[in-house]
């Protein structure tokens, strides 16, 4: 067959299920490939035409998210490189594999089969193509013959799954790929195992016995708490130890949010009485600016790279390092602190944080009813928190996607895979197309994506509506609709409190105004769509798009909320 049409087969090979792609002129040999391997009955992953990039970075995000299996991405060039850079980039930051690919524009202008036609063959020549990601993989190549389909794909799975995880690149010159492969072997198993990194025994040692004499200890969790069995097992080691838990700008859920040791989203009042804290797979564990030094005796650091080796400049503390993913240094940490004796006083601690997390929950809970002035971001998380709850005790998995929308702890939490935070790259758009591989990964889950109207747009929404469609994906998309970029309002605010920007009536280069009509954009897509501007309206129209989406048909609620 074509080389093209081999990199599928040996993809398939590697577990892969999906490869989102965007076609363009480099891709005549895939094309072929797939026809002549369909007509030969050859099994194949799915090839699905994503009709924007970021839209088909964000879907193979979201894919692995609830599978952990990673998927690959199919691009046309440079430029649709440079479009997908932004996935590439909020891969890169929370950890998650996956294969790109990309066309690369004939090199040869005549005399080789699929040398360069087209104009923009000459126009879409870069020196170095991979520039555009180099810095967000963990590999990239250039295939170079179509031998090395198997051996460079292989290389590029098992780098893309070794800890820590990542997106990996390979560049698909065009007359490569025209040329023929043998097909016997592609569908051999892998030739090389990814590496899953183990805590040090030492370390692991050193920390059980620093937190099995704590006075104050205090996990600080960003990325979650490994798989379902340690995600389980970290509650329970919480709850028994009386160990304090903050979901500090959660990107997923560690600790459900009505845990008895969880004590909210602020780490700030229980980072300065600690003596111990654990810094769980935490990128930023707090604000250096706003909350205190921590004057603990021990740090300790854990998650698949505890330093962040990616990021240049980061100082936070690190006493005691352990090293892996999340669901094997958790275990291992809890199982080397049962071998060692409860100190006392575990009990009143364990009565203080439960008084304190179901205080922190009444605040809450009573901040998200406050409708005075109109409708929140609290209020409507509070209100998805009760219509999923429903579901879940009916036993529907549901996750949901946030990207500068519903907050979590207003938006009650529970399951390992129910919450999933925008990257801290602040790559905007990416919680729809997530939302989207994810309800492709696992049908039968209720997904929610919730967003602000600017994130709405940079999903490139009218392509994100259009792939619902076409494959059936019953996602329901929430926008919480402040007509403006609160995000960076509150940059601002929080630098200048008292500035001339935030005494404006209108603050510079943040609005939104006026805002489109996002009812109609869905409904171009034949989606459900309906805008809420009322309180009282919410609830009905919460149920009627999760009674929507359950028929496979994707729904949009366009929600007027107060600015932050």
């Not at 990542?166 to 043998?182: D, F, I, N, Q, T």
């Not at 080796?309 to 291992?332: H, K, M, Q």
């Not at 938006?411 to 905007?428: D, I, N």
Request: glycine letters at 8%; hydrophobic letters at 50%.
């Amino acid at each position: 067959m074509t080389a093209g049409g081999a990199i599928f087969t040996r993809l398939k090979a590697l577990g892969v299920d999906v490869v989102f792609a965007n076609s363009g002129t480099d891709f005549p040999p895939i094309i072929e490939g797939l026809a002549e391997a369909a007509a030969a009955g050859v099994d194949l992953p799915a090839a699905l035409v994503i009709p924007h990039e970021h839209a088909a970075m964000g879907m193979a995000h979201g894919y692995f998210l609830v599978t952990g299996r990673p998927q690959a991405v199919m691009l046309h060039t440079n430029v649709g490189l440079s479009n997908g850079a932004t996935g590439a980039i909020n891969a890169a930051c929370e950890h998650i594999p996956m294969i790109l690919m990309s066309g690369r524009t004939p090199v040869t202008e005549a005399g080789r089969f699929g040398a360069r036609t087209v104009p923009i063959a000459w126009g879409q020549e870069m020196r170095d193509q991979t520039a555009l990601v180099r810095e967000a993989v963990k590999w990239d190549y250039e295939l170079r013959y179509p031998e090395q389909i198997a051996p460079l794909l292989d290389r590029a799975s098992a780098i893309a799954m070794s800890t820590p995880k990542g997106p990996v690149y390979l560049s698909l010159p065009r007359e490569v790929l025209c040329e023929p492969v043998a097909a016997e072997d592609l569908a051999a198993p892998a030739s090389i195992a990814p590496v899953r990194v183990a805590p040090d025994p030492a370390a692991v040692a050193a920390a059980a016995e620093a937190l099995a004499g704590a006075r104050a200890p205090l996990v600080i969790a960003q990325r979650g708490a490994g798989d379902a069995e340690s995600f389980a097992a970290f509650a329970a080691w919480a709850e028994e130890w009386g160990i304090a838990v903050s979901s500090w700008w959660a990107t997923h859920l560690a600790i459900p949010t009505d845990h008895p040791c969880h004590v909210g989203a602020d780490p700030g009042p229980w980072l300065a009485e600690a003596d111990v804290v654990v810094i769980l797979d935490a990128l930023a564990p707090w604000w250096p600016d706003i909350h205190p030094v921590p004057a603990a005796e021990t740090v300790v650091t854990m998650g698949p790279d505890p330093v962040f080796s990616r990021f240049p400049v980061r100082g936070f503390r690190s006493d005691i390092a352990l090293r892996g993913e999340n669901a094997d240094t958790i275990p291992a940490l809890i199982a080397a602190m049962d071998r060692l004796p409860r100190p006392s006083g575990v009990a009143a601690r364990r009565a203080r944080l439960a008084a304190a997390s179901a205080a922190e929950r009444a605040k809450l809970e009573a901040a998200a009813a406050d409708t005075s002035r109109g409708m929140t971001k609290a209020f409507v998380s509070a209100a998805l928190g009760r219509a999923l709850e429903a579901r879940e005790v009916a036993g529907q998995a549901t996750s949901v996607f946030s990207e500068l929308g519903t907050k979590l702890g207003f938006l009650s939490r529970r399951a390992p895979l129910s919450w999933f935070q925008e990257p801290h790259s602040g790559g905007l758009g990416w919680s729809f197309p997530a939302a989207m591989g994810a309800k492709l990964a696992d049908p039968a889950r209720t997904v929610v994506a919730t967003m602000g109207d600017g994130s709405y747009m940079f999903a490139n929404p009218t392509a994100c509506h259009q792939v619902a469609e076409a494959l059936g994906l019953g996602v329901v998309v929430i926008i919480l609709n402040n007509e403006e970029w609160g995000a960076v309002r509150a940059s601002v605010v929080g630098l200048y409190p008292n500035g001339a920007a935030a005494r404006a009536n209108q603050m510079p280069l943040t609005a939104l105004k006026p805002t489109p009509d996002f009812v109609r954009t869905a409904e171009a897509s034949r989606a459900f769509a309906r805008r809420v501007t009322d309180p009282a309206d919410l609830a009905a129209a919460l149920e009627a798009a999760l009674e929507a989406a359950d028929t496979g048909r994707q729904a949009l609620l366009d929600v007027a909320v107060l600015p932050d």
